[in-house]
């Protein structure tokens, strides 16, 4: 039996050539095969078209068409984040630069726990991590209490090479839940074990479930019957219950993309000595918008920030980052394997990458973000969240003047709440639920001021008008039961 080729190495690219051809064609084949934006039928419907098309996963003899095939069938039966009318979640269409760089960090494979199995991916995330960083804090922190820094619970894991500055860092992960649960853990590491989650009922589910996996104390949370954390709730909170405090805050909710009023948190934080938390996986792509920035104002006050760059940054995921105002905050994460760090090797100058995530194994997803910064530069980023919020206007202002529907509220990022008049909420489970049977649209669902709401996240920069008008007109036509 012939030896399969390899991806990497001086043949790897004559290899790749004709697989990829077989790639776009499948891909091709199968979105036309689909012809919307989900696969019609259903689940059982689905499932059982992916079983019919593949057989047998493991047979005796390989199939050379087994690529197209299975790549075919996948894009058959795929949600497109790049359909118009596929808007339910925060599910962007990647920029086609990014998944070309994406496949590139497949073929080289470096393994970002040891210098000698990533030497340039090693280095490329140091520099763009503080990049982010800065873009983020702006400049070295000011000093704003000793509770920020305090040396690690006894117990806890001793650092190996401590960082040297105060200067801002990140780190990257898999994305928003990695984020804040490695920002609960830093906190927890700073202040101690009985570190309590102080967060509103508006923040994502990751951040109390962390709680639950670092046993922590269980969190309290805050009633947002607005949507947002109210400052004098969180400060009743924070003297009601006993510290130490991390507080969480949210720069873009995952049910409406409301922003929490950062600045005054940060200044009851500050009263409280709470260390302060950010989860801006949404909001923080606003950073790239002169236009939109000064919705992030108060977002350099936190100790720590979660980005999430496949989300407004429209990279392929995984693409999470967690921004730390202090470079010293890491210093827990550090760990010593000799046969990775060992430390004759750290003190001849090989890095040491072991303190930079709680993986192993971690892939260069900082290649893709890497190559869309310089492909686009500020200026194109930025240009991509200002057409996504203009098209969240749009889609607003159509909801807002139709007769037939009724509009939650104006958008702050790029969802839009909306449902039709003289429903209930079971009659708009069940549109919903037509629209995704019959693959003719895919929207959310978010529960506001005690209501159901059907949920349009716009993130792609390529819808028009007459697609937002088309959207409507679809759950206009689309029976309640």
């Excluded at 839940?177 to 994502?204: F, I, K, P, W, Y």
Aim: aromatic share 2%.
């Amino acid at each position: 039996m012939r030896t399969p080729p390899l991806a990497s190495g001086p043949e790897g690219p004559r290899a790749l050539r004709p697989l990829l051809t077989t790639v776009l064609d499948a891909l091709s084949d199968g979105t036309r095969k689909r012809g919307g934006p989900l696969p019609a039928g259903g689940p059982e419907t689905v499932a059982a078209r992916v079983r019919d098309a593949v057989g047998d996963l493991l047979p005796d003899e390989g199939d050379p068409e087994a690529l197209r095939h299975l790549v075919r069938t996948l894009a058959e039966g795929a949600a497109d984040p790049a359909d118009p009318l596929c808007a339910a979640h925060l599910h962007c269409p990647p920029l086609a630069v990014a998944a070309a760089a994406d496949l590139a960090a497949s073929v080289l494979n470096p393994s970002l726990d040891s210098w000698d199995q990533a030497p340039a991916a090693s280095e490329l995330e140091r520099l763009l991590t503080r990049v982010l960083a800065n873009e983020v804090y702006g400049h070295p922190r000011r000093d704003a209490g000793p509770h920020r820094h305090a040396a690690p619970p006894q117990g806890a894991t001793s650092p190996h090479r401590p960082a040297a500055d105060n200067t801002p860092d990140a780190l990257v992960t898999t994305g928003g839940t990695e984020s804040n649960q490695l920002a609960l853990l830093l906190a927890r590491e700073a202040l101690g074990a009985d570190v309590r989650l102080v967060c509103g009922t508006n923040a994502h589910h990751s951040l109390p479930r962390a709680t639950w996996l670092l046993g922590t104390p269980q969190p309290v949370l805050v009633p947002t019957p607005a949507g947002t954390l109210d400052p004098a709730a969180l400060n009743t909170a924070l003297t009601d219950h006993p510290g130490p405090h991390l507080v969480a805050a949210t720069a873009g909710t995952t049910d409406a993309g409301l922003i929490d009023p950062l600045p005054d948190i940060a200044a009851v934080c500050r009263t409280h000595g709470a260390r302060l938390h950010i989860d801006a996986a949404y909001g923080a792509g606003l950073l790239f918008s002169t236009r939109h920035r000064d919705k992030l104002t108060g977002l350099d006050t936190a100790d720590t920030v979660t980005l999430d760059l496949h989300k407004l940054g429209w990279q392929p995921a995984a693409a999470g980052i967690l921004a730390v105002h202090d470079a010293r905050d890491l210093t827990p994460l550090r760990q010593r394997a000799d046969y990775l760090n060992a430390d004759d090797d750290t003190d001849a100058g090989l890095p040491d990458l072991l303190g930079r995530s709680l993986r192993t194994t971690r892939r260069p997803d900082i290649l893709k973000i890497a190559a869309t910064l310089q492909t686009l530069g500020r200026t194109g980023l930025g240009h991509l969240v200002d057409q996504v919020c203009a098209r969240a206007a749009e889609f607003a202002d159509l909801v807002h003047t139709h007769p037939g529907f009724e509009l939650h509220d104006r958008p702050t990022i790029s969802t839009v709440l909306f449902r039709p008049v003289h429903t209930t909420d079971d009659d708009l489970a069940a549109t919903r639920r037509h629209l995704l049977t019959h693959g003719r649209a895919v929207l959310g669902r978010a529960r506001l001021d005690g209501r159901l709401w059907l949920k349009a996240t716009l993130l792609n920069p390529h819808t028009r008008p007459d697609d937002l008008a088309a959207l409507l007109k679809t759950v206009e036509g689309t029976p309640h039961r």
